[in-house]
């Protein structure tokens, strides 16, 4: 742990990795330096991710003071429950929305790490009683209210436009700023409200899943939905999209509650085979006032934006297994976005040797998955111990990310840029971070870093 008396920022994941954010600034000039934490996520995709994750963390968990959360995905608040297992009992920070989601997260998460330790003859990385703990200091800070901290210094949470809640938070301490971006939304959203501007920043922590490459336009990503779902028509086969159960499941469901109702599609089963997505789902039903004015406008009209004809939420193992009964054609949105768990697993096995069959890919495939198998063309995957021909057209749409790309990723950028003295570029595969730092350097002329993992940078702050 930094005790230097200068303040200081530490990168203890997010880096080499588009995922495990976990982050550490240390504020100096106090009686003590006080330590400040930004997400303790979940490191997932490659094979020794799990191992990594089980490992104790690189620094005292008791000498935390508090924790900063910016979404609820896995990969931002996954090893929460460890870090409090571990010692810390400092108060965790999130918008109302952000912990909503958190707690059917862990839930979903402890559900899957009883059943991956039964296999492995392994205990769980946490149970219950930590997830309950954690809940138990979990506060809510809701956007643009302010947060003291000891030595002066004040937080706030601003909408990232990622999923229902994300925040970056922006800590400011004698007219400067320090600014963790979390994950930043791939504005305008069909859904959520857009990313709100960044101006003033001294210091940006910034992510950069997509910072070396941009997506399709809105109008362009729905045609190539459209052609997915009349191609599975014309085929008379399955339609089977791996999706992520928070913002793109939901974004998906809006976008084929419009194309049904205006009739650019023709009504076809439509199963939902998700329970945390189902779930996550009820949520957005509940906090709809944290949707773009416009949406809100659709269902004050009487549209139930996630209900339309032919649409079953298959909550069960025995919905979940009728599916296959269901003659096609037909969509499943299974979750597993990644293909690495989740009930798509059984979906894809089943449907991929059939040429009749699309996959529909719709977000980031981490390196060492079989999502990213898919999307580079493998004609043969391991599910189950089996092996798997794919036989099945494999399809991809980027512009359903809810990740900014790469020129959006600038525009953020850029509105500290007469402002900002470093720039460190986190989360992301390093070609992708290393490719968005040296646009950043080129084309604002701003300082930009792809930090080191563990390594400590000193901040005047």
């Known amino acids: 742990m930094n005790m230097n008396s200068t303040s200081s920022i530490t990168f203890y994941g997010g880096v080499g990795n588009a995922t495990g954010s976990n982050f550490l600034l240390t504020v100096a000039g106090t009686a003590k330096p006080f330590h400040v934490m930004v997400d303790c996520g979940l490191l997932q995709g490659s094979s020794f991710a799990a191992e990594e994750n089980r490992k104790p963390f690189p620094y005292d968990p008791t000498s935390i003071d508090s924790l900063f959360v910016t979404h609820a995905h896995a990969d931002h608040i996954g090893r929460i429950p460890k870090l409090v297992q571990a010692g810390f009992r400092g ?17 979903d998460m402890l559900r899957i790490m009883a059943h991956e330790a039964a296999e492995e003859g392994k205990e769980p990385m946490y149970d219950q009683s930590d997830v309950s703990a954690t809940l138990s200091q979990w506060k809510e800070l809701p956007y643009h209210s302010q947060l003291s901290l000891p030595g002066g210094v004040t937080v706030t949470p601003k909408d990232a436009g990622h ?14 700023m320090v600014v963790f971006s979390g994950d930043l939304g791939n504005t305008p959203s069909l859904l959520v409200r857009d990313t709100e501007p960044l101006t003033g920043a001294t210091y940006l922590i910034v ?7 941009n997506h399709e336009d809105r109008d362009e990503r729905r045609e190539k939905l459209r052609e997915a779902v009349m191609r599975t028509v014309e085929k008379k086969g399955a339609l089977v999209i791996p999706s ?34 189902i779930k ?5 039903r509940r906090m709809k006032k944290d949707f773009k004015q416009s949406v809100q406008d659709e269902i004050a009209g009487g549209d139930d934006i996630f209900n339309f004809p032919r649409l079953k939420f298959t909550a069960s193992p025995h919905e979940s297994q009728h599916i296959g009964l269901v003659p096609n054609p037909k969509i499943i949105i299974a979750g597993g976005g990644m293909s690495e768990g ?11 040797p059939d040429p ?20 580079e063309g493998a004609k043969t995957v391991r599910i189950k111990g089996q092996s798997v021909p794919v036989r099945a057209e494999v399809r991809m749409i980027s512009g359903y990310s809810s990740h900014k790309d790469s020129n959006h990723l600038v525009e953020f950028v850029a509105g500290s840029a007469e402002t900002l003295q470093s720039v460190f570029v986190v989360m992301g595969e390093p070609k992708s971070s290393m490719f968005l730092a040296q646009r950043i350097r080129d084309e604002l002329g701003v300082n930009a870093v792809y930090p080191e993992l563990g390594s400590i940078y000193p901040i005047e702050f």
């Open 280 to 284: 996550v789902t009820a949520v957005y």
């Open 91 to 107: 108060p965790i920070y999130s918008t109302p929305e952000t912990k909503s989601i958190a707690e059917i997260m862990f839930d």
């Open 356 to 375: 009749r069959n699309t996959l529909l890919l719709v977000g980031y495939q981490a390196v060492g998955t079989m999502g990213r198998e898919l999307a």
């Open 342 to 352: 989740g009930r798509v697993i059984g979906h894809e096995q089943h449907l991929l």
């Open 163 to 176: 999923i229902l809640g994300s925040c970056f938070y922006e800590f400011v301490r004698g007219g400067r």
């Open 207 to 213: 992510e950069s899943v997509y910072g070396d490459r």
């Open 244 to 277: 992520f159960s928070i913002e793109r499941t939901q974004v998906i469901l809006y976008e084929l509650n419009n194309m049904v109702e205006d009739g650019q599609v023709p009504s076809i089963p439509v199963f939902l085979d998700s329970p945390l997505a």
